[in-house]
């Protein structure tokens, strides 16, 4: 009976993915084919696990890495204990929709969500049929409304007063900080709270705009610019990331620094940033998720969890072509992601 339920939903989900590929295009349709969905082995007892993310770009696909990882470090082998199931949005909250669906008619055993936006599309999939959802990469999770039922995973709340001092450490005269933000999204809508809130306590007045998309992004780098901000300080905003070296581009011509929040937006370009190591984040989600696949725990018994410390890193490159000097102490914790 369960092989005929698999086999039946799995005809279902396939009806339903080719849909989303034509709706979707190359976004969720080529990477969809990282890992094949509902093989035979499912039969066999493997868990079916559907992964859902919202778009690429390096901290959401450490999150992804990391998360298999962490499955492995807790006994569980791909293959052997669970089949993966892998989808991109591609920024694209009615691909996200359509996943969270398939994932449902697939009968999936977990669905994973990685931003909240996937989150979000596959908890209310999921509902109905009582399928676990664990998630990462989520900045608010209570004002994401993923903070009860079958869900858990794992917070990136940003270390905002870290990434504070360690501007004013590196532009002690600095008065005021720019940020682009997506309004939609309710991870930056919270960041951009925390840094208004806690900049007056640093020495800095904060400068925002806000956008819905990312064709409307530059544009807005140039206002704040126009507006002779001091510095950019980058959150780990989905649209915005997605367009991170057309803002360099921009930034570097006139001048001006951009921190950013994790270790890969200083890869790409941004001076420094106080920031988590999204690879570990992963691990600690997998792991939860382990849990909750072998029965250990169900996800209401296993609140969402949070990285606490955080790491410095600096692109020395970058510093030094914009004539920063890194004091002792900075330089003392940080890890160079150049060097």
């Known amino acids: 009976m369960k092989t005929m339920k698999r086999l039946a939903a799995l005809f279902l989900g396939l009806t339903l993915t080719l849909s989303l590929a034509a709706c979707g295009g190359d976004a969720a349709g080529d990477a969809g084919t990282d890992h094949a969905a509902g ?14 993310q919202y778009g690429e770009h390096g901290s959401l696909d450490n999150c992804r890495t990391g ?5 492995e470090a807790a006994g569980l082998k791909e293959g052997v204990d669970y089949e993966i199931h892998y989808q991109n949005a591609g920024f694209d909250d009615s691909i996200a929709t359509q996943i969270g669906q398939t994932f449902s008619a697939e009968n999936v055993d977990m669905m994973v969500a990685i931003a909240t936006p996937s989150a979000t599309a596959c908890f209310a999939a999921a509902e109905d049929k009582d399928i676990p959802v ?11 409304s993923l903070d009860a039922g079958n869900i858990t995973g794992t917070s990136d709340v940003l270390p905002v007063e870290g990434q504070l001092q360690l501007i004013r450490d590196l532009q002690p005269n600095a008065k005021t900080v720019g940020i682009v933000y997506t309004t939609s999204e309710a991870n930056s809508v919270y960041s951009v709270g925390v840094y208004e809130e806690k900049a007056a306590e640093y020495g800095f007045a904060i400068e925002t705009v806000g956008v819905t998309a990312q064709s409307e992004v530059t544009q807005a780098v140039d206002t704040l610019l126009s507006r002779g901000v001091d510095c950019l300080s980058n959150l780990t905003d989905n649209t915005v990331v997605g367009v991170l070296p057309a803002i360099l581009e921009k930034t570097n011509e006139a001048g ?6 994790e270790i890969e937006q200083m890869k790409l370009g941004c001076v420094a940033g ?21 029965g250990e725990a169900q996800c209401q018994d296993l609140p969402y969890e949070v ?4 790491d410095l890193y600096l692109n020395g490159e970058v510093l030094s072509a914009m004539g920063i000097a890194v004091p002792e102490n900075v330089a003392a914790q940080a890890i160079d992601v150049v060097g």
């Not at 664990?134 to 994401?144: L, M, R, S």
């Not at 001006?256 to 929040?261: K, L, R």
């Open 39 to 52: 093989d035979s082995g499912d039969a066999a007892g493997k868990y079916l696990i559907g992964i859902s």
């Open 67 to 71: 998360f298999l990882q962490g499955l």
């Open 274 to 294: 106080a920031g988590l190591d999204y690879s570990k984040l992963g691990v600690q989600t997998g792991q939860m998720a382990a849990k909750v696949l072998r």
């Open 307 to 310: 990285i606490e410390n955080f």
């Open 256 to 261: 001006v620094p951009v921190y950013g929040s």
């Open 134 to 144: 664990i998630f990462t990469a989520i900045t608010d999770p209570v004002g994401a």
